[in-house]
């Protein structure tokens, strides 16, 4: 069971949309622009998913079909987009449970 309140979710998820939307703005400087300008729409993509699920589904769902979705990333990535979504994923684990989803311990019960 996830402590977090939704509406502390639903702050955090805010503030990370914001610096996604940040990373955007700024990508047009870094030396990669069209990578950076990926990453952060991976990410901003992401974090707006979550928000959604959050809202619909609750707190404890969500964190479950974030670690679906996290399990399903390919294991070697390459592409800006893959290497955004995993960014904001374990973002959201860090926040949400204070451990990386490799160390998460999911129970489901059948």
Known sequence: MIALAQADV????????CLAQQDLVFCQYRSD???????ALARCSVYQWLHKQVLECGVNQTYLLAVERYAG???FISGSKDQGVK?????FFLFIAGESPVDAKVNVRA
Do not use: G, I, N
């Open 10 to 17: 639903l702050r955090a998820l805010k503030r990370c949309m």
């Open 33 to 39: 622009p069209d990578f950076w300008r990926s990453y």
């Open 73 to 75: 990333l390919p294991h």
């Open 87 to 91: 960014e904001a994923l374990e973002v």
